[in-house]
């Protein structure tokens, strides 16, 4: 299963999750007021995966995170999402390729930016 993060290209993709925002259930307390908020914000859903790819894709995608690029992923389904922001949580070398492939736990974010 692959997907493309703007340019990068991934060899493996595990765990494609979709995090919707849902708040109809959503009350906090404010300034002192209370506040409801209803109904689902497609806008701000979050995607979440584990991927496996060549360092120089890595590479590629680490100027995505640190300079908080606006990017287009196709996904699993080969939908295209526009406008994401890549989150890295996590990264290390794949064991006995070290030189050649990088593992990273990604998230993508919506650029409300208008970026």
Not at 28 to 39: L, N, R
Not at 50 to 66: G, I, R
Not at 77 to 91: F, G, Q, S, T
Request: net charge negative; charged share 30%; with cysteine.
């Amino acid at each position: 299963m692959h997907i493309k993060i703007g340019e990068v290209e991934t060899l493996l993709t595990e765990d494609w999750d979709i995090i919707p925002d849902d708040r109809q259930t959503q009350i906090e307390t404010i300034g002192g007021k209370v506040i409801q908020d209803f109904g689902l914000v497609e806008d701000n859903e979050n995607y979440a995966c584990s991927v496996t790819l060549k360092s120089a894709f890595w590479e590629t995608l680490k100027d995505y995170w640190h300079n908080r690029t606006p990017v287009t992923v196709r996904d699993i389904a080969e939908k295209e999402i526009h406008n994401l922001r890549v989150v890295v949580k996590k990264y290390n070398y794949v064991n006995r390729y070290e030189k050649e492939y990088m593992w990273a736990k990604l998230e993508f974010w919506r650029d409300n930016n208008g970026s």
